[in-house]
């Protein structure tokens, strides 16, 4: 186990998602559209236009610049980035900037680099928008921080999992490590102490230099805005960036995987409970493969599903959490229960069962059933804004013409031996 203690590790797939706050959707059934648009500067923007009482959410997401993406001698430097970068604005200290940005409506600064992309989101009063966004305009493409700023941000970084972690938690990157061997994604996704420890100012003005640029930036507006409203306010913010990122990344994952099957980690707190983690490496993926993904995912392991059922009428667990962790060039399925150790045999030797032979397990009804949810779905918007990434990568997926080849198909990628691992978690 891990002697090293800092700050744990809060996993970047509990993060994802927006921020939520309470200025939008007081009437969960009203449903919006979104539009897509690219302005002068081929900039990829989603609007999503709902009244919001003068107040716009405005979302920026550099493809590709995370921490999964720094290059392994600078491992962690996206993190270290993301928390410096508007520490200080346009010569301002950092209680003056924090000052400025009160005074300019800007409110809920939100920093996600712990994954494939750099998320930067934030809310802005309108009648204050352009003045705004001509503050924050110069900290995307300049570093204003101090080496003394840079050396205490270190000091956070990175941040390890210790035996005090929740259990899910030290499994998933247990799990991650054994799908991944040498490669970023297999790493902490907070950084690794040598490479964070070697990086410097050149380092970190570098590295905004390579990676934010404007063929690799997407952007979602939402609030009462048209579509020369968010042109006009990308020109603003983003006209200074680089037309080209520098860094070129693979087109393919390459990694390794672990020729170990299962791996048992000791956690003294346990006593007679037993956590165990299944998860399932998927590197490529078509668009109906993915719509017919999902669609066998959610017939499986929701509340309803069958192998969720089957459990139950073995009477080994009452609850499964599963996700679909989706990475620019790697996908990962997995799913875990917590159940007591007297049980770990039979739900073991279940596992095995379904591996071998899937398709005994698989309800076609409830099949055709989460199809037609997907579908409609696609048709009907989005209820609420904390759904919206989600259901926005869903929307235009065909899964009207997913066929049983398909499904058939994805069965056989869901429970490939070659790619599938388990943790177990115990006493």
Request: proline share 2%; glycine share 4%; with cysteine.
């Amino acid at each position: 186990m891990l002697k090293l203690k800092k700050q744990k590790l809060i996993l970047s797939f509990l993060l994802s998602g927006l921020v939520s706050v309470p200025f939008f959707f007081k009437k969960e059934s009203a449903f919006v559209e979104i539009t897509d648009i690219e302005n002068s500067l081929g900039i990829k923007t989603s609007i999503v236009d709902i009244k919001n009482n003068g107040v716009i959410y405005i979302k920026c997401k550099f493809k590709n610049a995370g921490v999964l993406h720094n290059q392994v001698d600078k491992h962690g430097i996206s993190a270290i980035l993301g928390n410096l970068m508007f520490r200080k604005i346009n010569g301002l200290s950092s209680g003056e900037t924090q000052e400025k940005m009160s005074e300019l409506g800007l409110q809920y600064f939100f920093q996600n680099a712990f994954e494939d992309d750099f998320e930067v989101s934030f809310y802005v009063l309108k009648d204050k928008i352009e003045k705004a966004l001509r503050f924050l305009s110069t900290a995307f493409t300049k570093s204003e921080f101090s080496k003394n700023d840079l050396e205490f941000m270190k000091e956070q970084f990175p941040r390890i999992l210790d035996i005090d972690s929740k259990p899910e938690e030290l499994m998933f990157e247990k799990l991650m490590n054994l799908l991944y061997v040498d490669h970023n994604y297999g790493l902490n996704n907070s950084g690794t102490a040598q490479a964070i420890s070697s990086i410097t100012t050149n380092d970190i003005n570098d590295s905004i230099k390579s990676n934010f640029a404007k063929d690799n930036l997407e952007t979602l507006f939402v609030g009462e805005i048209s579509k020369s409203e968010a042109k006009k306010y990308l020109d603003i913010l983003f006209a200074q960036l680089p037309e080209t990122c520098k860094i070129r990344h693979e087109e393919k994952i390459r990694a390794k995987i672990s020729n170990q099957t299962t791996s048992v980690i000791k956690k003294p707190d346990m006593k007679d409970i037993v956590g165990v983690m299944c998860g399932v490496r998927i590197d490529d993926l078509t668009e109906i493969e993915r719509a017919a993904l999902y669609v066998v995912i959610e017939s499986l392991y929701n509340k309803n599903g069958s192998f969720v059922k089957e459990l139950c009428s073995r009477n080994i667990a009452y609850k499964v959490n599963y996700s679909l962790l989706e990475r620019s060039f790697s996908n990962v399925f997995y799913f875990y229960i917590f159940l007591e150790k007297q049980d770990l045999e039979r739900y073991l030797k279940y596992l095995k069962t379904v591996v071998n032979n899937p398709l005994t397990i698989v309800n076609s009804l409830e099949l055709e059933r989460v199809k037609k949810y997907f579908m409609e779905q696609s048709i009907n918007g989005f209820a609420n804004l904390t759904d919206f990434e989600k259901k926005n990568k869903r929307r235009n997926l065909p899964f009207e013409k997913i066929n049983e080849q398909t499904l058939e198909k994805v069965i056989k990628k869901l429970y490939n031996n070659q790619q599938s691992k388990i943790v177990i978690i115990k006493d």
